[in-house]
């Protein structure tokens, strides 16, 4: 008798991590084969030659899937609800369930019965791969987090087994990069009184005196143009990293609050997002009515707030992008934003939908629509009827009451 031999899916990076999963997988937990899965969200092309590499050596069983388009519009939709967790704009925490998806799809296409991730118990990470994962009756394994591994521990036990690690590990510091951001942590960052050198950057150089203007057209929500070129959601990410980052666009320095209630320090670099999330944000100033503005700001940090749990999925988030994609069918328009002192600022809007009676606001206009500067007259006088009253209210009871002791010294 025969028994068929088990595989288990890893999402496989080639990295310290990843790379001694694989062996653990066999020895500790069993398996008899590991099938390394790497997808791509648009990390650099050394990442995956990285991942090749060691697949090999590993004589691994690998894939690599492309999911940079679905990626990238999951980063759009995330600037129609001005996204941001803390201020940063969430590239790894949207990935990752997209990443989730496409190695749970494979795991059950190659006939894996198991899978894993490299992830420690500490971060997000783990908690977002594995709340796409756990729907599936697939066997969910985190050997770094479960066999308790440190770095040191890793280190060793690769050089031990003969593991290819070495450009696996050569940075001291912890970095994931995708389309939407770079974030660097650990090592001389984690102090937060320590100043980053500017060598952890790679996407953005430090400001110039230098200044431009750039152009953002805007149809429902989606940027759709840069200075009136017309490119795709990918090809446009990838276009205003490269061109804000010149500007020093897009550092974010932070003390981040994770889900387990750690804080961290995390160092982000995001020129893309912060240019595109101002520019949307610039032109719902103009179409979107005060209160909508006001409401969608709740219902805009609910969204980020899920996508920072990894819960893009959540019924909850179909019925926020119910009212985000209603408000955003007048979202058309095009926002010039100045790149500058690394900053992207808004400094100039235009669209058809703007709320906007420029003789209405101005000062050289008598009368609107019938409404003339004499009719505020009697808005002014009940404008802030209430507060007064009360004040009023206040003060007479203030009076009538008994005056504590005058002289108090004696009486302590
Ligand atoms: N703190 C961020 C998050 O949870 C980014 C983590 C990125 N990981 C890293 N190794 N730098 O989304």
Redesign the pocket.
Same mark, same amino acid.
């Given at each position: 008798m025969t028994t068929e031999s088990t595989k288990i899916a890893l999402a496989f990076s080639g990295g310290l991590d990843t790379t001694v999963c694989v062996p653990l997988l066999k020895e500790e937990y069993g398996y008899d084969e590991v099938v390394g899965i790497t997808v791509d969200v648009g990390q650099p092309e050394a990442e995956f030659d990285e991942a090749e590499e060691t697949a090999d050596a590993l004589d691994l069983e690998h894939y690599v899937i492309d999911a940079k388009a679905e990626f990238a519009n999951l980063c759009l939709d995330a600037v129609k609800a001005n996204a941001d967790y803390q201020g940063?704009p969430?590239?790894?925490?949207l990935a990752r369930p997209i990443i989730a998806e496409a190695i749970l799809e494979k795991a059950k296409e190659v006939g894996c019965t198991g899978i894993a991730h490299g992830c420690t118990g500490k /971060?997000?990470?783990q908690l977002r791969f594995e709340a796409v994962w756990r729907e599936s009756d697939l066997e969910v394994i985190a050997p770094v987090r479960e066999l308790g591994l440190t770095r040191e521990w890793e280190i060793e036990y690769a050089a031990e087994k003969n593991l290819p690690v070495e450009s696996g590990n050569e940075g001291a510091w912890?970095?994931?990069t995708n389309l939407w951001s770079r974030?660097?942590? /650990?090592d001389d960052l984690e102090d937060p009184s320590f100043i980053p050198s500017e060598d952890i950057y790679e996407w953005t150089t430090a400001p110039t005196g230098e200044t431009e203007l750039v152009e953002i057209t805007f149809e429902n929500g989606y940027p759709v143009a840069v200075d009136g070129e017309q490119l795709d959601a990918v090809s446009l990410i990838e276009y205003l990293n490269e061109f804000a980052g010149k500007y020093g666009i897009g550092r974010t320095d932070l003390m981040?609050d994770?889900m387990l209630g750690l804080k961290?320090r995390?160092n982000y670099e995001h020129p893309a997002a912060t240019v595109l999330l101002n520019a949307h944000e610039g032109l719902e100033q103009l179409v979107l009515t005060k209160e909508e503005r006001s409401f969608k700001t709740q219902i805009d940090n609910q969204w980020a707030e899920k996508a920072?749990e990894g819960l893009i999925n959540a019924p909850l988030v179909t019925a926020l992008e119910g009212f985000i994609n209603t408000t955003q069918e007048r979202v058309t328009g095009t926002v010039t934003v100045k790149f500058q002192g690394g900053q992207a600022r808004v400094v100039a809007r235009e669209s058809d939908f703007a709320v906007y009676s420029e003789s209405a606001a101005s000062f050289n206009t008598e009368t609107v629509d019938g409404i003339t500067q004499a009719d505020a007259t009697g808005v002014a006088k009940y404008h802030g009827f209430q507060s007064r009253l009360a004040n009023s209210i206040l003060k007479g009871a203030k009076q009538e009451a008994p005056t504590p002791m005058a002289d108090g010294g004696e009486d302590q």
């Amino acid at each position: 008798m025969t028994t068929e031999s088990t595989k288990i899916a890893l999402a496989f990076s080639g990295g310290l991590d990843t790379t001694v999963c694989v062996p653990l997988l066999k020895e500790e937990y069993g398996y008899d084969e590991v099938v390394g899965i790497t997808v791509d969200v648009g990390q650099p092309e050394a990442e995956f030659d990285e991942a090749e590499e060691t697949a090999d050596a590993l004589d691994l069983e690998h894939y690599v899937i492309d999911a940079k388009a679905e990626f990238a519009n999951l980063c759009l939709d995330a600037v129609k609800a001005n996204a941001d967790y803390q201020g940063y704009p969430l590239g790894t925490a949207l990935a990752r369930p997209i990443i989730a998806e496409a190695i749970l799809e494979k795991a059950k296409e190659v006939g894996c019965t198991g899978i894993a991730h490299g992830c420690t118990g500490k /971060g997000n990470d783990q908690l977002r791969f594995e709340a796409v994962w756990r729907e599936s009756d697939l066997e969910v394994i985190a050997p770094v987090r479960e066999l308790g591994l440190t770095r040191e521990w890793e280190i060793e036990y690769a050089a031990e087994k003969n593991l290819p690690v070495e450009s696996g590990n050569e940075g001291a510091w912890s970095i994931d990069t995708n389309l939407w951001s770079r974030s660097v942590e /650990g090592d001389d960052l984690e102090d937060p009184s320590f100043i980053p050198s500017e060598d952890i950057y790679e996407w953005t150089t430090a400001p110039t005196g230098e200044t431009e203007l750039v152009e953002i057209t805007f149809e429902n929500g989606y940027p759709v143009a840069v200075d009136g070129e017309q490119l795709d959601a990918v090809s446009l990410i990838e276009y205003l990293n490269e061109f804000a980052g010149k500007y020093g666009i897009g550092r974010t320095d932070l003390m981040e609050d994770r889900m387990l209630g750690l804080k961290v320090r995390e160092n982000y670099e995001h020129p893309a997002a912060t240019v595109l999330l101002n520019a949307h944000e610039g032109l719902e100033q103009l179409v979107l009515t005060k209160e909508e503005r006001s409401f969608k700001t709740q219902i805009d940090n609910q969204w980020a707030e899920k996508a920072y749990e990894g819960l893009i999925n959540a019924p909850l988030v179909t019925a926020l992008e119910g009212f985000i994609n209603t408000t955003q069918e007048r979202v058309t328009g095009t926002v010039t934003v100045k790149f500058q002192g690394g900053q992207a600022r808004v400094v100039a809007r235009e669209s058809d939908f703007a709320v906007y009676s420029e003789s209405a606001a101005s000062f050289n206009t008598e009368t609107v629509d019938g409404i003339t500067q004499a009719d505020a007259t009697g808005v002014a006088k009940y404008h802030g009827f209430q507060s007064r009253l009360a004040n009023s209210i206040l003060k007479g009871a203030k009076q009538e009451a008994p005056t504590p002791m005058a002289d108090g010294g004696e009486d302590q």
